[in-house]
């Protein structure tokens, strides 16, 4: 056909463009230039996932001059499609409707497959969706007595032809249902294929839904959010107690317990399966799906929950050199695991880094991406242990740091886990050294209307980690506490609040039922947990040969409940401009969803983990002095340049009688 | 090194040749040069398996005057080697003896990967092994703390640097044990590869003792071959009888019972697999091996067969158009369908060809190999159905065709199933139409002494397939049949075992209990099935344009026992030079053993299924008159130059009175 009879098609917002015959379908016109155009029907109209709108107007730059009129007139399919399922003011089926004239056609975001996926945190790299699992709606032959062929042969060719998806290896459990489906669709079907080279599974006709569930096993909360394979939106999360708690709160107490009962692991791994599927329950329940339609989930989850959750015994991660039994990226089918959702389903588990640094810190890498960045970048996530990641493009480094579990209100005298009832902010006048808080489940201060009516449910039933950190390091900055985490005797003559306790001094918070104190050994146990993320965090420094990082994400969910200026003020963080320390939230859940969004993204962590130098702290002979010199707060050497802009910190004192002998002591212990 | 300081060495039967620095391990020599060479243990004096021989004196043609001398002496590990498991006279292990000089090196067969398996048959082309499973021993880096990785990453290291391996994924499963065998092998363990691409098995420290299963699973019975993989030896057998019977004698009834029960075909499936780890038990037990170092299995079997095992409802093909879930050929864990071998052991099940052409008659193919042949070759598998192949390298063709269950010995008044007290071999005196015959358990003739001593026992129970045929032929050539099949009353006159029943006549074999006679019911049952049998032939040789084949080979049970020459006289298969029409035994069996032994065998087998060409018999508009015509016996038309050398035939006749009209009736309906 001479070109002078083509029509001219461009494509927005790729800015393709090509001359077309008249007549050509849009969709058609948009695979030729490869234009990102989703279809799970294959342009028959059904699945309405191709919508396109028309540009009106005279489009100078582009040389064409776009009319609604240069398409076909809404014609019989697109009736349909509309009364079926609705279609908005201007919208066209792609591949139902044909030029008739040059044309500038837009492809909104919801038909593209590449669409990206809005983050909260507007500072992230988008989630672009980059399908692991496609469904593709196809046409078989039916057998035929003169030429006979298998029906998965005759399938296998619907695909090559109408999806051009070649040499697909297939399920065996598709096999075994595959001859009812195509019989009961009429000869058609959906075929679900995974990375474009498994037939994971296959419905009678039209079938558009596809659904995955990405997971973060924490030793304390699994949380998962089910997610729409073709639009990559959350439509349901779901949040429980990992039930392997009853044998064990921290994860050492867990492999402990592995360790004294044979086959204690075999019985963890049952405990965590079986809450898995409870979970998945939940998710398909609240988003009122089968749970047959989830065909992909991706795993985040410390080593010791790896390694349960893959049935792999966890005794080598509870001593050194602590093995990890692979650093590999796994995927595996459901059934693999027991998981009770489409049986083919695939599995993607997150690879782990070292023996104590998991696939939640790739999953945290994944979502906040150091290594795509310029800046120098410290990401610490909060726990038992606090897992530490520095570096940038070039470099990136990984160790972790025994912190113990005081940030999680473990031995401290009146903490508690962060829940309804709990301290969570703290200030203190530094003039009458009298102290308002709030508590979890209330917006309110202490010292408001409305606080007593606000908490009367829950009532105020002790300090939460994010707690007991504004609380010291309020302390800090009314003198109550010198450098050296004493308190001081001597303000006991400002206020009753400081009271002697044997021969250290405690701070009295809340009298009440319970009371609560700040004791010399909550200060203790708090330097102690703080010092050990530090000294971390500074190894990680001294081998890129930086003083400060450019930017700090706090991740986790202690990590976002944390006030990152109390942070720095107690010394748990290197100083940094603040405007560069943020919260990542649950960063290891979102590595997840985007592994089980983006398919290029598996292939990214994987690699990126194998080029992470892993620093173990208990080998590094400087992690010791690190650690003594973190001890103080902030820190006994370093420098608070940017925290000293927000913040007058209090010049160092000694302080005076009554605890001083502990003080003394204090100080021979870090000499 | 300067050239002259190089040994020259030559591996025989290769011829390969290179020189060596003195010095250099003979098995790095011939790995350098590409010899085939076996070993498990990757050079370490422990397995053995890379024996060589020198070939002393003075070798003109290579240039090498070859002394024992010119290797390093009877050394340390080979003492060692020799005490533990025995090294016979002037045998050297390669990887343990160093080149001294110029030496002419024999590598015998057993110490060849690729050896050749010998087959009883001289006529058919040896297995060559190429193994689907590799073993390699391996010793792994501990783990470091200064840096860190994991066991699998550490496996891998090892087998990419002392073995070349890269790339492989692990199952799961080995990932879970992982750890524990490499700590109880103290960093040593011997790794299962398949196919070069993923890890299967790992044993702490070395393990040499991998084993596999062919399996042919029949309607009637179940046949299994235990075979060493390294050798491809077979070193145990088993035979079962297929517990599916109790749903149905045969196919058919079997897809009856799934379309009248619903779960009939989970049943089925349950039951086979149940007699298949019955079968593994069995043949562990006999080679004395545990069965978890069965880490391959192979089967083959018709297509309702093939469905059942892999639980795929064969309801589709008990109708028009018979179609098959999959003509692929199928890979999967043993453990997808439940059977207790090595868990991570790889299931290959050969591809069926169409619905009524199963994967039995795929092992029938690899075994005879028609498709690498010049001549033009029929096979026929004798059974309820008769599967028919006919061609040669350059076409080949496939067919089945209704046999019915005649030639199995149903449907015959006497007949009955091939075992011990049936009638298997007969001859008539064709003076006195006086009978002698064999039974099955006895090499005596019944008018031998000792026969009656010899059937004490057993009794003479009935008559089977191969009996009836013979009877059919030796009444035919006594002129007791006739052309028509049509049993000649006329000869009562000459012999009283010429009998009336009713309007026709019968042949009394054997007085007695039973009394056993051929009726000319039997006569006509027999002349159905070889009709159906000899049209099906004739069908796929009017594709390809041939008169006759130039081989014939019968596989099967039945195959084997009929004497070829009755089976020609009787017209069950068209004429050819007799000397060219031998039994293959169970073709479909050796096939499986084909496929078990030698890798290449799958893609290959895969290949030649996709090239067959298909033909239904039933939708073939000539098919019907072929049948007609050889309801005749021998047949109607065919020429019967071949046969007419052997024997000779007797004229047509017209039979008299007493069965005229049933003999004209019988005209009638053929016409």
């Known amino acids: 056909m001479a070109p002078t009879q083509d029509a001219l098609v461009v494509f927005m917002p790729s800015g393709k463009r090509g001359r077309f015959a008249i007549g050509t379908p849009v969709l058609q016109a948009a695979r030729k230039l490869g234009v990102d155009i989703d ?23 582009l040389g064409v001059k776009s009319e609604a009129s240069h398409l076909t007139a809404f014609g019989e399919v697109e009736r349909r499609y509309a009364e079926r399922k609705g279609l908005a003011e201007g919208r066209r089926l792609s591949c139902s409707t044909r030029v008739q004239g040059d044309v500038v056609i837009d492809v909104p975001p919801d038909s593209q497959v590449h669409k990206q996926v809005v983050r909260k945190r507007a500072e992230m790299r988008a989630i672009e969706l980059d399908p692991v699992v496609t469904l593709h709606y196809v046409e078989v032959a039916e057998p035929n007595m003169h030429d006979p062929s298998g029906d998965l042969q005759r399938l296998e060719q619907a695909l090559a032809s109408q999806w051009d998806l070649k040499g697909l290896d297939t399920d065996l459990r598709v096999i075994q249902h595959l001859q009812k489906a195509l019989r009961q669709g009429n000869w058609t079907a959906t075929v679900a294929v995974h990375q474009k080279k498994q037939i994971t599974a296959v419905w009678p006709g039209f079938h558009d839904r596809a659904f995955g569930l990405a997971v973060d096993i ?52 049952k405990a965590v399966r079986t809450a898995l599927n409870e979970l998945a329950e939940n998710v398909a329940k609240e988003a009122g799906i089968e749970k047959t339609n989830i065909l992909e989930v991706t795993f985040v989850g410390n080593p010791i929950m790896h390694h349960l959750l893959l049935g792999i015994d966890p005794t080598e991660l509870g001593g050194a050199p602590f093995a990890l039994a692979t650093d590999g990226p796994i995927t595996i089918w459901a059934s693999e695991i027991d998981l009770q959702v489409h049986p083919n389903a695939r599995i993607f588990v997150l690879p782990c880094i070292a023996g104590h640094v998991g696939a939640d810190t790739a999953g945290v890498i994944l979502s906040e991406s150091p290594h795509m960045s310029a800046e120098m970048t410290l990401i610490v996530d909060v726990g038992t242990n606090a897992e530490i990641v520095l570096g940038n493009r070039d470099r990136l480094l990984a160790a972790s740091s025994p912190t113990g579990p005081a940030f999680e209100g ?10 309804p009832g709990a301290i969570e902010r703290v200030r203190i006048d530094p003039e009458t050294l009298e102290p308002r808080f709030k508590v979890i489940g209330s917006d309110k201060w202490s010292n408001e209307p409305g606080f007593a009516e606000d908490t009367a449910q829950t009532g105020v039933t002790g300090i939460c980690g994010s707690g007991i950190i504004e609380a010291l390091a309020e302390m800090y900055l009314a003198g109550i506490i010198n450098q050296d985490g004493v308190i001081d005797g001597a303000m006991a003559a400002r206020s009753p609040r400081i009271q002697a306790e044997g021969r250290t001094f405690s701070y009295l918070l809340r009298e009440g039922e319970p009371t609560i104190r700040i004791t010399q050994n909550d200060v203790r146990a708090i330097q102690l947990a703080k010092a050990a993320l530090y000294a971390g965090a500074r190894l990680l420094m001294d081998k890129l040969g930086i003083d400060k990082p450019e930017r700090i994400t706090l991740a986790g969910a202690f990590g976002s409940h944390i006030d990152v200026k109390y942070a720095m003020i107690l010394g748990m963080i290197p100083d940094c401009d603040l405007a ?34 892993k620093v173990e702290t208990a080998v590094e002979p400087m992690f010791q002095q690190h650690f003594v010199e973190a001890m103080a707060i902030p820190h006994k050497t370093a420098s608070h340049e940017n925290l000293s802009k927000v913040v007058t910190l209090p010049p160092p004192k000694e302080v005076a009688a009554g605890a001083e002998g502990e003080a003394r002591r204090a100080r021979r212990r870090r000499g």
Chains 1, 2 share one sequence.
Not at 47 to 61: I, N, S, Y
Not at 585 to 595: P, Q, S
């Open 218 to 269: 924490g030793s304390t909360t699994i949380a998962g959010h089910l997610c729409d394979l073709a639009t990559g939106e959350v439509v349901a999360s779901s949040g429980m107690m990992n039930p392997q708690i009853r044998f064990g709160e921290d994860l050492m107490s867990r492999v402990s317990y592995v360790m004294m009962n044979p086959g204690g692991d075999v019985e963890m791994t």
């Open 39 to 61: 279809s799970v029907c294959g342009g028959r109209g059904i699945c309405g996932r191709c919508q396109v709108l028309v540009a009106e107007g005279e489009f100078m730059k």
């Open 580 to 613: 560069k320390v943020t919260s990542a939230g649950n960063a290891a859940g979102t590595g997840a969803r985007i592994a089980l969004l983006n398919l290029k993204s598996r292939d990214e962590i994987a690699r990126v983990v194998k080029q992470v130098e």
């Open 410 to 419: 473990a031995q401290i005298s009146g903490g508690q886990r962060a829940a």
